[in-house]
C-alpha cells in the first residue's frame, strides 16, 4: 500500500501539471496518427493520380524540372518512410497504454532524428535567407508571394526565425514528454518488482502426496547397535 501511494506522489506531470506524463504521450501519439493517416491518404492519392499534381513553374516543381517520373519516386519514398514512422506511432501506443517501456524507444529515436535534422533545416534556412527576395521572384505561384514581397526583409527573417523556434521547442517539449513517459512506466514496472515478488516463491514446499509416500521404500529396520 505504501508503495503504491509513493508511486501516486512521484508521478510526473506535464502540461503545465495539468496532464500526467503517460496521458500526453498519449495524446502525442494520437496527433501524430491523425497527421501520418492524413499524409498518407494525400500520398496515395498524388500517386494514383498523377495529373492531380501541380505541374509547370510553380513552387512544388522548382526542383522537379517537369520530371512526373521523378516525382512519382519520390512520393512512393514518402508514402513508405510515413507508413513506417505510423507503424512506430502505433507501437509507442500500446507502450503507453499498456505500461511497455520498450515499445516507446523507436518512437523517441524517431523524434531526436527529427529534431536534429530540423535544426540543420533552419540553420540552411537561416544562410539562404538573405536571398530569399530572389527565391520568391524566380517562384511566381508562391502562396502570398506579393504580400510577402512587400515586406521588409529585416521583418520578415524575423518571422521566419521566430516561427523555426517555435516549432522547435514544441519538438523538444514533445520528446521531453515522452521521455518522461518512458522513465515513468520504467520506474513504476520496477517497484511492483519490488514490492511485488512473486509469490509462489515464498510459499513453503507442498508436502508429498499419499501415493508418494506409500510408494516410497520403507527407512531401514531399528537395532540396539545402531543405538550403540
Not at 491518404?41 to 498523377?50: F, M, Q
Not at 512519382?72 to 505500461?99: P, R
Request: hydrophobic letters at 45%.
Amino acid at each position: 500500500m505504501q508503495a503504491k501511494e509513493g508511486l501516486k506522489r512521484g508521478e510526473a506531470r506535464c502540461c503545465c501539471g495539468c496532464l500526467h506524463v503517460r496521458t500526453g504521450a498519449i495524446m502525442i501519439g494520437l496527433l501524430h496518427l491523425v497527421c501520418h493517416l492524413l499524409g498518407m491518404l494525400v500520398l496515395a492519392y498524388l500517386i494514383t493520380h498523377p495529373e492531380a499534381m501541380p505541374k509547370g513553374d510553380t513552387w512544388y516543381s522548382l526542383n522537379y524540372n517537369g520530371n512526373d517520373t521523378t516525382r512519382g519516386s519520390d512520393n512512393c519514398v514518402a508514402l513508405a518512410i510515413t507508413f513506417f514512422t505510423f507503424t512506430m506511432t502505433l507501437l509507442m501506443l500500446y507502450g503507453a497504454m499498456k505500461h511497455r517501456a520498450g515499445y516507446l524507444l523507436p518512437f523517441f529515436c524517431i523524434q531526436v532524428f527529427d529534431f536534429t535534422v530540423g535544426c540543420l533545416t533552419a540553420i540552411g534556412f537561416v544562410s539562404y535567407m538573405p536571398n530569399i527576395r530572389t527565391f520568391m521572384e524566380q517562384n511566381p505561384n508562391l502562396p502570398y508571394r506579393d504580400e510577402l514581397m512587400k515586406m521588409d526583409p529585416q521583418y520578415l527573417l524575423l518571422i521566419c526565425m521566430a516561427l523555426f523556434f517555435l516549432v522547435m521547442i514544441v519538438k523538444a517539449y514533445f520528446i521531453g514528454v515522452v521521455w518522461g513517459c518512458y522513465k515513468y512506466i520504467t520506474s513504476r514496472n520496477l517497484m511492483e518488482v519490488i514490492y511485488y515478488p512473486d509469490t509462489e516463491a515464498l510459499l513453503p514446499p507442498t508436502p508429498p502426496s499419499y501415493d508418494t509416500v506409500t510408494k516410497m521404500p520403507p527407512p531401514p529396520p531399528y537395532s540396539a547397535d545402531a543405538e550403540a
